[in-house]
């Protein structure tokens, strides 16, 4: 089981940036492929960038050059750098964990989410 704790949500201006966190619980946190979703009022959960073992990337095409994703695995912390923020970036982020073995498309492990609004 993996504990994920998300911060760094806030309000900011059409423009700005903020730098989400997740920190991870267990020593186990290198073996998973981590991933960044959002969900806006009314809209359902997706994916905005994962990242793998080995440190590769996937960035939703909404966020591609604006966003970027990394992994520190001594701190079992994965980060989102988020740069010229729009207001239709708001929403709800979470952070999630996907274990080896798993298919693409399932995480096993899911933060309680940070609230980012972005004012126009």
Partial sequence: QVQLVESGGGLVQAGGSLRLSCAASGRTFSSYRMGWFRQAPGKERRLVASISR?????????????????????????YLQMNSLKPEDT???????????????T????????QVTVSS
């Avoid at 966020?63 to 970027?68: A, L, P, Q, S």
């Avoid at 995480?107 to 940070?114: A, R, V």
């Fill in 91 to 105: 929403a709800l982020y979470y952070c999630a964990a996907q274990k080896a073995g798993s298919s693409w498309n």
């Fill in 54 to 78: 080995a440190a590769g990337t996937y960035y939703d095409d909404s966020v591609k050059g604006r966003f970027t994703i990394s992994r520190d695995n001594v701190k079992y912390t994965v």
């Fill in 107 to 114: 995480y096993d492990f899911w933060g309680q989410g940070t």
